[in-house]
Structures are given as C-alpha cells and as structure tokens.
C-alpha cells in the first residue's frame, strides 16, 4: 500500500517568513495530493489540493508544488502570520472520479512566531 | 449545511465496556470515512462506505470494531469490549463523488475524543 513521509515534524518561524513542509510517496500510481490544517483541538481541514497533471497550484499565500518523477510534493506558506499556527498534514491517494482513500503524513506542527 | 455532525464529544468509558460513536454525514455525500488520531500512529483511515455498502475495512484494527451504515444519513463505530489502547480522536468525515471539474475534498466532523481507564 501507500507510504507518505512527512517532514519536519515541528517547524518554528518568525511572523513574515516563508514555511516549507516537504512529503514523499511510496505508490507511483497516486494522483491526488490534498493538504490539511489542524488547528488546535479541531477537526483536519482541506486548504490545498493538486492532482498528478498539475505541477504547481497556487493560493494567495500558499502553494504546493509536486514532483512527480522523485515521488515528492511540498507545501509553501509565504509571509505567515500566527493564524497559520497549526498541524499540517499531507495526504497521497489514487483513483478517478470517486472519492479518494487517502494516506495522511504525520504531520508538521508549525508555529508562527510573533 | 450544519457539516458532519459526530456524537458524543467526549466519551470516558471503563476497559470492557461497549462504546457507540455516531455520525451523520453532510446531506446528499455518497462516501463516509472513519479515521482515528492518536500521537503515536497519527490520522488512520479504519473504512470507508459508498452509498451505505462497505468499501475497505482493512484499516479496522480487530475485531473489536465494527462499523455500519444503516442509511445514507447514518453511520456508528462500535468497539466491544473497548480497552485503554483504543483512547484516540476517532473522526468522521464524508465527501461526494466528483463530478467533472469538482472537488475531492473530505469534510470531517468535530471528532470524538474516547478515553477508555
């Protein structure tokens, strides 16, 4: 089955700068990369997604990039703020169509630091 | 749309004794996930439905656990006899099969938080 590594697993920054949070994926086969936040005692929510045709996806302060020949895929949050404070998980699937059973990362506690 | 709704919150049971987790998926979702969070081993998918059939229990961890999904607004998780080692965050979530151009997006609900002594 699928195996995703996730790294850091704590990430601390200061207020402005930029986070990177970096996965690899064991299946060839997966196409779909979703990432999640977790805030503190909440439930896991989707902000950024990307499927195996797309490179690059970009939303106002966060991108996610995808390699697909090295089997890797990265979270970018530029000029964080303290509301980015949270655990972020990365998650890999395979499929079409249907909804996706997804693999998650372990995680990234990141921490925005004012 | 209220989301997808969990019941109870919180639940401290004692070693031995059944445990019933509820969830009500988002109105008109065909697919209906339960995962459990813990430190140790992180979010784990345990089965998915597909209009109310069991997709993949492989993630189940024994016998102990058993899941059902009566109707397309209803599922449980039950663990019978529950036991220290099963203390997590259990999570449902649902989604809808993706039409073109649409989402894949998974929307979990709050969470149960069990603590079994």
């Known amino acids: 089955g699928e195996n995703v590594e996730q790294h850091p697993s704590t990430l601390s920054v200061q207020e402005g700068d930029s986070a990177v949070i970096k996965c690899t994926y064991s299946d060839s086969a997966s196409n779909y990369f979703p990432w999640y936040k977790q805030e503190l005692g909440k439930r896991p929510q989707l902000i950024i997604d990307i499927r195996s045709n797309v490179g690059e996806k970009k939303d106002q302060r966060i991108a996610v990039t995808l390699n697909k020949t090295a089997k890797h895929f990265s979270l970018h949050i530029t000029e964080t703020q303290p509301e980015d404070s949270a655990v972020y998980f990365c998650a890999a699937s395979r499929g079409s169509g249907s909804a996706r059973q997804l693999t998650f990362g372990s995680g990234t506690q990141l921490t925005v630091l004012p | 749309d209220a989301g997808v709704i969990q019941s109870p919150r919180h639940e401290v049971t004692e070693m031995g004794q059944e445990v019933t987790l509820r969830c009500k998926p988002i109105s008109g979702h065909d697919y209906l996930f339960w995962y459990r969070q813990t430190m140790m081993r992180g979010l784990e998918l345990l089965i998915y439905?597909?209009?109310?059939?069991?997709?993949?229990d492989s993630g189940m961890p024994e016998d102990r656990f058993s899941a059902k999904m009566p109707n397309a607004s209803f599922s449980t998780l039950k663990i019978q006899p529950s036991e220290p080692r099963d203390s997590a965050v259990y999570f449902c979530a649902s989604s809808k099969t993706r039409g073109a151009g649409g989402s894949n997006e998974q929307f979990f609900g709050p969470g149960t938080r069990l603590t079994v002594l």
């Open positions: 439905f597909n209009n109310n059939v069991p997709i993949d």
